[in-house]
């Protein structure tokens, strides 16, 4: 699963970093990362894990901040 992650992220920084990319397609991508980012918030809120909520709920809300700024900035 992680490796797999790995992979998604890498594509996904890819096509955002890459000047080739559309500026329509990178904005797109990045409204796609926000909704995921803060459907992970949600879900790692809700964890009955104690960790989770403690680490991933905080670590994924400040991506899905960072992501909607980026998505504004193009």
């Given at each position: ?5 790995a ?5 996904l920084?890819?096509?955002?970093g890459s000047?080739?990319?559309p ?17 992970g918030?949600?879900?790692n809120g809700?964890s009955?894990?104690?960790?989770e ?11 899905t901040?960072?992501a909607?700024?980026?998505r504004?900035?193009?």
């Open positions: 699963m992680s490796a797999g992650a992979l998604l992220y890498s594509g920084s890819v096509v955002v000047r080739r990319t500026v329509k397609m990178r904005r797109h991508v990045l409204t796609g990362v926000t909704t995921l980012m803060g459907v918030t949600v879900m809700i009955p894990s104690w960790p909520r403690a680490i991933w709920t905080p670590t994924t809300a400040v991506l901040a960072l909607w700024r980026a504004r900035d193009f």
